[in-house]
């Protein structure tokens, strides 16, 4: 979605993928005392140092909510992505930077960066939105993205091989045997965790490559065990359920 309204918009887009460990300031800026400190203790034994440790501004390195504030011309398109991997003030934290007066400050640099234009800024999460702070959510527009239905799914296999219209590329009866094969595993609720638009396409490429030839897809669904399921299934009870009967 955002790279979409990126590209339909003309805008910018700035990516920060969140870990366990990710702080709000890591998005807009980081400083490396450590280098500037390096180069001044270099400076004394070689003149020619690329940079200038008098110079704090050759240390800190923009974050990409921090670019966004700094486009001149127009707002940019932020993707925040995966926002419930971080600590539980994360949100609370970000709340601070994504609103009046849409400014944040470099002590180290001594400069403050105000925006322009406010980004667009484009959260997602693998979790329900109750897991977020309310006055975080207050400030969102909330929408849920459907799992793909079987169209949708051939439709992103073939724009996925669209480079590809070769042999190297897996048919139409192919790609439309494992799209229903894959919903009816999700649509069974089952499972601890439901194989994506990822697996699919990751099992898809097995069954048409792996083989001597691509895997048949009339006997596709009816196959027992499902071939190549460990393409699909990442957690052992999964796997397990699918398992050849002995």
Request: with cysteine; hydrophobic share 40%.
């Amino acid at each position: 979605m955002a790279y979409a309204v990126a590209y339909e918009l003309g805008l910018p887009l700035y990516r920060w993928d969140i870990r366990s460990t990710s702080k709000v300031i890591e998005g807009l800026y980081t400083y490396d005392a450590i280098l500037r400190l390096h180069d001044v203790q270099t400076l004394k034994v070689d003149a020619n140092l690329n940079r200038d440790p008098s110079d704090a501004r050759n240390y800190r390195k923009i974050g990409a909510l921090g670019k966004a504030f700094l486009v001149q011309d127009c707002p940019a398109v932020v993707l925040i992505d995966e926002i419930d991997k971080a600590d539980i003030d994360f949100p609370n934290d970000l709340l601070g930077v994504l609103d009046e007066p849409w400014q944040f400050e470099i002590p180290e640099t001594a400069e403050r960066i105000t925006a322009s234009y406010p980004p667009i800024v484009i959260i997602t999460s693998n979790r329900e939105k109750g897991n977020l702070p309310a006055p975080f959510l207050r400030r969102c527009l909330y929408y849920f993205i459907n799992f793909p239905d079987s169209e949708q799914l051939k439709e992103i296999a073939q724009a996925h091989y669209q480079s590809q219209a070769d042999a190297s590329s897996p048919t139409e009866e192919l790609i439309d045997a494992a799209a229903k094969q894959l919903l009816e595993i999700r649509a069974a609720g089952e499972l601890f965790k439901n194989p994506g638009t990822s697996e699919f396409l990751d099992w898809l490429k097995v069954l048409h490559g792996f083989g001597a030839k691509p895997y048949n897809p009339v006997q596709l669904s009816q196959a027992d065990p499902i071939p190549y399921r460990e393409l699909l299934f990442k957690l052992r009870g999964d796997w397990q359920k699918f398992a050849p009967v002995s």
